[in-house]
């Protein structure tokens, strides 16, 4: 028999309904469905839902092998600029400049 309220904003009262089934990971605990074909909020489903939850795994992400991975794949396929100290942005004339992770010390690529 399915029991609810609002955490927190009434006591629980008899809805007179069946559980049919509590919802599934991709919805908030409590869900509820009823044999009626309703569904709602129960702390019966709530409760079970908690018990059964394993938080997701995030793989990790390693920027310095990204970083690394993104240079070398650059540098495989545009020629290494020519530094040239006289002119305004370090590199010679007519010289495509690459991109600022890989001239620039703390910028992540």
């Known amino acids: 028999m399915g029991y609810t309220a609002a955490p927190g904003q009434e006591r629980p009262h008899c809805l007179g ?28 489903c709530d409760t079970q839902m908690r018990a059964n939850y394993v938080p997701p795994t995030y793989e990790t ?4 092998a990204y ?4 240079a070398d794949e650059y540098w495989r ?5 020519t530094f040239n100290p006289d002119s305004a ?3 010679g004339p ?3 400049l690459p991109p600022a992770c ?7 690529c």
């Open 67 to 70: 970083n690394q991975e993104f």
């Open 17 to 44: 309904k069946q559980i049919a089934s509590c919802g599934t990971s991709v919805h908030e605990f409590g869900t509820t469905f009823f044999t009626d074909g309703t569904s709602g909020w129960t702390q019966t």
């Open 61 to 64: 992400f390693d920027q310095d």
């Open 89 to 91: 942005d370090g590199y």
């Open 77 to 81: 396929t545009h020629p290494k600029p």
């Open 94 to 96: 007519d010289q495509e």
């Open 102 to 108: 890989l001239r620039l010390q703390g910028v992540d």
